[in-house]
Structures are given as structure tokens and as C-alpha cells.
């Protein structure tokens, strides 16, 4: 599993036979923070802790919800199992907003690439449609309607807080363990195959977001924050984690 740890020594604990690598974000001091644990829709085990928390705690901590982050791990790698690797060839489905569609791979004359969405179709025109051509046209596809999609919708967001905020400047990563984040300076990094979620999925990160320029880390004032603005936000969330392996998988 990949550390995503900045600057701390491996993280793992033993459970059964398996042992289980998690990787720790240390917050800034704050008034009641605690030690909180989430299990990434992709299977990486992250860990908040306070800067100042020892490693003891942590570990007790962590071995103390050891039963319910292996349940979480291991069903990420029963629903893994049956994602199959993408081979960018004609007819393979390719979700975009929430909506399937089929890939059409056609060997156009020209040396220009194209792109567009037509019927139930992602038609891919290119001169040379070997597998990695399809793959990079198709990525940049996803990169050019993330930009436009997010912008729109981080408008529609930021239109229905209730609370005011500088718009936020925003940039695109590709990663492999995260929707998005954002930086105390007020930047949103979102990663561009979200726009394969459907539209309240990627409303429900980028407000996830705002709502960490507000409270920096996940606490219970931050939960009211989302609950306020997006009642329906869980079971949004829960839709994004049951299509991670299918969106992320690339
Ligand atoms: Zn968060």
C-alpha cells in the first residue's frame, strides 16, 4: 500500500495474520482534537492526529478500531477484485457524469485528435489508435471537461453556502488516494477523474472542501458544516465510494 505519510516512520498494526499500513496526517493544535481515523474508498487507512500526540497514543488508538479498519480494507479489495484493467478498445464502458457510455475507437485520416460524446458513445477519432494513444486522448479529454464541469459547479456551490467566501482558485490533479483538497491559502485541488462521478458527487467534494477552509481538520464542527449546507451529503459520499474503483481505475 502506498505511505502516504509526510515525514513519520512506517505506520502498520498486526491484525490476524495481516498486517494493515496506515499512513498519519498531523493537524495543527487546536481546542478538542482528537485522534481520527478514515479508511479512503481506494483502501488507504489515514490517521488525523494532533501534532502533538505521541506515538503510543496513536497506536492504541488505532489498534482500539483495528476490527472495523480491517472490515473496511479488506472489502476494498473484494470490490477490487472484480474491476477489471481498462484496455481502451471500441466498446469498452466509460462512465462520465454518472452516465455509462461506449467507447468507439476509429482510425481517423487526419493527424488531429477528436473527442466528443455522441448518442451512448465517447468517440475517440485518431490517426494512430494504438491502446496508449486512446488512453492519452481520453485522459485529456477527462482533464479539459473537468475544468470546465468543476468550475460550474464549484460556482453552484459556493452559491448555496451560508456562509460567505472568497471564490476559491482551483487546480487539477490527477491521484490516485484523493478526491480533492485544499490549502489553508484557499486553493481547491480536485482531482480531474471525479468528473466521472455523478454531478451531486463532485458538489458534495468540492463543499467537503470549503468546508476545510472553514474547519481545518474533520471535527464535529466541520460535520454540522456539511449536515448545514448538504443534508444528503452521507449517502452522496456513499454513492462516490461504491464508484471509486470503477472511476479511479484509469
Ligand atoms: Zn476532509
Known amino acids: 500500500m502506498r505511505d502516504l505519510a509526510v515525514g513519520e516512520a512506517d505506520w502498520s498494526f498486526q491484525y490476524g495474520s495481516e498486517i494493515v499500513y496506515f499512513a498519519v496526517r498531523r493537524q495543527p493544535l487546536r481546542r478538542n482534537s482528537s485522534i481520527n481515523i478514515h479508511v479512503e474508498p481506494e483502501g ?45 478498445v471500441s466498446g469498452e464502458s466509460f462512465m462520465y457524469l454518472g452516465r455509462r457510455y461506449r467507447l468507439k475507437v476509429i482510425a481517423g485520416e487526419s493527424a488531429e485528435v477528436s473527442v466528443k460524446l455522441r448518442g451512448g458513445h465517447l468517440e475517440l477519432r485518431l490517426a494512430n489508435p494504438l491502446r496508449q494513444m486512446v488512453r492519452e486522448a481520453t485522459k485529456g479529454w477527462i482533464r479539459d471537461r473537468a475544468r470546465k464541469v468543476f468550475a460550474d459547479r464549484l460556482d453552484a456551490v459556493l452559491a448555496d453556502l451560508n456562509w460567505r467566501l472568497p471564490a476559491p482558485t482551483m487546480r487539477l490533479q490527477a491521484m490516485n488516494a484523493q478526491w480533492g483538497s485544499c490549502s489553508p491559502s484557499g486553493r481547491l485541488t480536485l482531482n480531474p477523474w471525479l468528473v466521472k462521478a455523478p454531478r451531486d458527487c463532485i458538489d458534495y467534494v468540492i463543499l467537503h472542501e470549503l468546508c476545510h477552509l472553514k474547519e481545518h481538520n474533520h471535527s464535529r464542527r466541520f460535520y454540522r458544516l456539511l449536515d448545514k449546507n448538504m443534508p444528503p451529503w452521507r449517502s452522496r459520499k456513499k454513492r462516490l465510494d461504491e464508484l471509486a474503483e470503477v472511476i479511479l481505475n484509469m
Open 44 to 88: 488507504n487507512v489515514l490517521v488525523d492526529a494532533p501534532a502533538d500526540a505521541s506515538r503510543a497514543s496513536i497506536l492504541a488508538a488505532v489498534r482500539k478500531r483495528s476490527r472495523w479498519i480491517q472490515g473496511h480494507v479488506s472489502a476494498f479489495l473484494r470490490r477490487r477484485e472484480h474491476v477489471l484493467p481498462r484496455e481502451y
